[in-house]
């Protein structure tokens, strides 16, 4: 089975700079997705970003991008010119390419972030 | 469409009651998942519905619980007796076919 393991309870941040969140994960398989999700206090899952296991490079959307390694299996989400609105707990997602699999979602334990102004 | 929705927000229950919950999923999307959420943890994989079909149940998904999906729409999950380990949030989760899920808000269960 996949673990996924995120070892940074909660994090802070000032408005305006950067931080990295850590994430490690567990498997055999060659074929998988990576993701990241926001949940604010409004509860709602909101992706952030994703990352395909085939591909090399890391993706990138605005301010959020991931550092993918692939052989380590590592899978960390930086935040850049951080705002007060990402402020939200961070979740690490895995799932399988398989389709036995029902593309469900395997999701780390979180990690809070405070954005400080 | 405004996403899916889940009702109801909050379920205060007194212990051995039965709750029922339900979800409606963004319309086009075929797949629907549960999951369940405690404090200071992530989802935890409930079940999953292809259409009307429920192809996988976690082994978290005891006998006292129960999720249908009835002509491939909306879905329910039913706890009957519940006991204060219950007390959790329930997310639903719908996707078409690509890669994307879309979630609910969940419904937070106290179970007291």
């Known amino acids: 089975a996949q673990t996924v393991t995120q070892s940074q309870p909660e994090m802070s941040v000032q408005e305006a700079e950067t931080v990295t969140l850590s994430c490690t994960y567990d498997?055999?398989?060659?074929?998988?997705?990576l993701f990241w999700y926001k949940q604010p206090p409004s509860r709602q899952m909101i992706l952030v970003i994703r990352?395909?296991?085939?591909?090399?490079q890391n993706a990138t959307e605005n301010r959020f991008s991931v550092n993918f390694q692939k052989a380590a299996k590592s899978f960390s989400l930086k935040i850049s010119d951080s705002q007060l609105g990402d402020a939200a707990m961070y979740f690490c997602?895995?799932?399988?390419?398989?389709?036995?699999?029902?593309?469900?979602?395997?999701f780390g334990k979180g990690t809070l972030l405070t954005v400080n102004p | 469409d405004t996403g899916v929705s889940q009702d109801p927000r909050h379920k205060i229950t007194k212990r051995g009651q039965n709750v029922t919950f339900r979800c409606d999923p963004i319309?086009?999307?075929?797949?629907l998942y549960w999951y369940r959420q405690t404090l200071g943890q992530g989802p935890e994989f409930l079940t999953y519905?292809?259409?009307?079909?429920?192809?996988?149940k976690s082994r978290l998904l005891s006998d006292r619980f129960s999720a249908e999906r009835p002509k491939g729409s909306f879905s329910t999950l039913e706890i009957q007796r519940t006991e204060q380990g219950d007390s959790a949030m329930y997310l639903c989760?719908?996707?078409?076919?690509?890669?994307?899920?879309?979630f609910g808000s969940g419904t937070r269960l106290t179970v007291v």
């Open positions: 989760a719908s996707r078409g076919q690509g890669y994307g899920y879309t």
């Open positions: 498997t055999s398989e060659s074929d998988y997705y």
């Open positions: 990352q395909e296991a085939y591909k090399q």
């Open positions: 997602a895995y799932r399988s390419g398989s389709g036995g699999s029902n593309y469900k979602l395997t």
């Open positions: 319309s086009e999307h075929n797949r």
């Open positions: 519905f292809q259409n009307e079909a429920q192809l996988e």
